[in-house]
């Protein structure tokens, strides 16, 4: 149940969160077509060390220099490197060649995935290459191509089978500040999901941070394991 749900999770992250490339970015800037080959390490970029890219588990949590970010693991389970790279070829095998030329999700890399112990929620972070949108992104601010996005984002959702989509921007909070990003709700042959994403720019990177659970109050609890690093 638990590598379904995340599995499930990815790919429908893979379509949502590309919907704003053709919809809230200048048309002048759309990207040349994409290379499908699958994403690694190596292909980030040269001057990102790869280990900072992934992660790794210090004193029982996952920490992202990268990202400047950590997350409290208790009891979760942190997928291995192995284990990341399953899902990413998976991940790329669900998709269409067409697809990942048309709009780039050869791109997308999954950097981080860790589940509850009771399979019943889980986090992922997806890294994606924006360099050919990046300024725009800037210029227009996170918020408002969130918000350009929303439609699209629900449509996509539905297209990939899911119930009763609700997408929706929202501020989610770490400690002690705010991240623009989405609230997302959906049901999978009857059975309700929460979801919590969090967008991050990174250089010409952007990160989606995306909790998922069965329960909406979960979904903000776990939230709050996630923390700055000093």
């Not at 992250?13 to 690694?40: H, I």
């Not at 997806?126 to 725009?136: G, H, Q, S, T």
């Not at 297209?159 to 921007?169: I, M, P, R, S, T």
Request: charged share 25%.
């Amino acid at each position: 149940m638990k590598k379904v749900l995340c599995l499930i999770m990815v790919f429908a992250l893979c379509f949502a969160t590309v919907g704003y490339a053709s919809e809230a970015t200048p048309t002048d800037m759309k990207s040349n077509k994409k290379s499908s080959k699958r994403a690694t390490p190596t292909d980030v970029s040269e001057d990102i060390d790869s280990v900072s890219i992934f992660g790794k588990e210090v004193n029982g949590n996952y920490e992202n220099e990268f990202l400047g970010l950590g997350f409290k693991l208790k009891d979760w389970h942190l997928y291995s490197e192995q284990e990341l790279a399953a899902v990413n070829q998976v991940s790329n095998d669900l998709i269409s060649s067409k697809v990942e030329q048309d709009i780039g999700l050869a791109d997308n890399l999954t950097i981080m995935m860790a589940s509850a112990q009771d399979d019943k929620a889980s986090i992922n972070i997806v890294l994606r290459n924006m360099k050919e949108y990046v300024d725009a992104i800037n210029t227009m601010g996170v918020d408002n191509v969130i918000a350009s996005s929303l439609d699209a984002s629900r449509e996509m959702y539905t297209q990939v089978g899911f119930e009763n989509v609700k997408v929706d921007g929202a501020k989610i909070g770490i400690e002690n500040k705010d991240y623009a990003g989405t609230s997302v709700y959906y049901e999978v042959q009857g059975v309700p999901t929460y979801l919590k994403q969090i967008w991050l720019v990174r250089g010409d990177y952007v990160a989606y941070i995306t909790i998922t659970s069965m329960n909406e109050d979960t979904t903000d609890e776990i939230v709050k394991n996630l923390y700055h690093l000093k």
